[in-house]
């Protein structure tokens, strides 16, 4: 086995998103292996790379919050010092308006992937910290070429494999079940699926958990690891606590955490989010208190939750488990 290399405590508790204490303790349960060289632990990584996880927001309900979780959680984790990159696959390219990028080429897009195998160049938003491969209704052809061109449905999983200097990769999908949508998902380690805390949000569960067993039974055919659950993390948004209604789906949704973690809900707040998109900003720079300490939960869920537990699985980390 290669042996990796060593990162220091206060790193690996960073980039895990636990404290510091939650890295040394993790070290004495046997879950990490720990170097001591002089005063100072450190954490083996294996393969000296970096986590390099992609993840794919995924529904096809329309409105559900994938472009908002994605620009969201994308900038908190660049706020926190992982190197970010974030993928536009809807030709809506909401996600790319919303970090204020215009006039975008289609060469910029995933149409160059589709066209020539390779994966676009990122555009460096500096202004966030993290950088994007922006949209635009150019991406309509892709649909078209994927259909007569199936094998290039993997395209994005492939390149995005060999693309170096990323500890996440999260991917914005569009409302459909169509090629598209499947270039983004088979290109995920796993999927993030928004609930929107209503009636319609859960009854689109059933369509997203058939297309992620489909993909998941597509992509055991090339990579062993895919993880057993292929959805990773369920996020109920738009809840509204003074609803009996939503309280009560948000129950439901609770139910769901046999399949995969259940997040903390995000609320409705219409205001913040309409002043983020009318300024083209992430929702934690609105001035909204509890609307920021909200997506920071999430990223320390989706950190404990998800990343820690894949990369154990996955034996990125040394586990002795
Ligand atoms: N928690 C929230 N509270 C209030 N409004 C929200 C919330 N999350 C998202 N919105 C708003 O709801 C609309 C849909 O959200 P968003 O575009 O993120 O969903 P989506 O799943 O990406 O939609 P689509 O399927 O069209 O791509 C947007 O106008 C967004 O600003
Ligand atoms: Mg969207």
Redesign the pocket.
């Known amino acids: 086995m290669k042996q990796g290399e060593l990162v220091p405590v206060s790193e690996m508790a960073r980039r895990l998103g636990v404290t510091r204490e939650r890295v040394r303790q993790m070290i004495l349960e046997g879950k990490l292996e720990g170097v001591r060289l002089g005063r100072y632990w450190y954490v083996r990584e294996r393969e000296g790379g970096r986590l390099r996880r992609v993840y794919t927001f995924f529904?096809h309900a329309?409105?559900?919050?994938?472009?908002?979780?994605a620009r969201d959680l994308g900038f908190e984790l660049a706020r926190r010092g992982f190197r970010v990159l974030l993928v536009d696959t809807?030709p809506?390219a909401?996600l790319t308006s919303w970090l204020g990028v215009r006039e975008v080429a289609p060469e910029e897009t995933l149409l160059h992937l589709v066209d020539t195998g390779q994966l676009p160049t990122p555009r460096r938003l500096s202004e966030w910290g993290l950088d994007l491969i922006p949209a635009s209704l150019d991406l309509a052809r892709v649909e078209v070429r994927l259909m007569q061109r199936p094998l290039s449905t993997l395209l994005l999983r492939t390149t995005l494999r060999k693309t170096e200097g990323y500890d996440f990769v999260l991917i914005?999908s569009?409302?459909s079940l169509g090629h598209l949508a499947a270039l983004g998902a088979l290109a995920g380690d796993g999927l993030l699926v928004?609930v929107e805390t209503s009636v319609k949000g859960v009854e689109a569960l059933v369509g997203v958990m058939e297309a992620a067993q489909e993909y998941r039974e597509a992509l055991e055919q090339v990579d062993p690891r895919v993880p057993r659950s292929f959805v990773r993390l369920f996020v109920p948004?738009?809840f509204d606590a003074r609803t009996l209604g939503d309280n009560r789906v948000l129950e439901k949704i609770a139910g769901l955490e046999d399949l995969a973690p259940v997040a903390s809900p995000?609320?409705?707040?219409?205001g913040p989010?309409?002043r983020a998109?009318e300024r083209a900003v992430p929702l934690q720079l609105v001035g909204d208190r509890q609307a920021r300490e909200e997506v920071e939960r999430l990223a320390e869920e989706f950190l404990q939750r998800v990343v820690a537990q894949d990369a154990a699985r996955e034996g990125v980390l040394e586990v002795a488990e």
Request: charged residues 25%.
């Open positions: 529904t329309g409105g559900a919050g994938k472009t908002s979780l809807d809506q909401n914005d569009l409302p928004p948004t738009k995000i609320a409705y707040r219409p989010h309409r998109t």
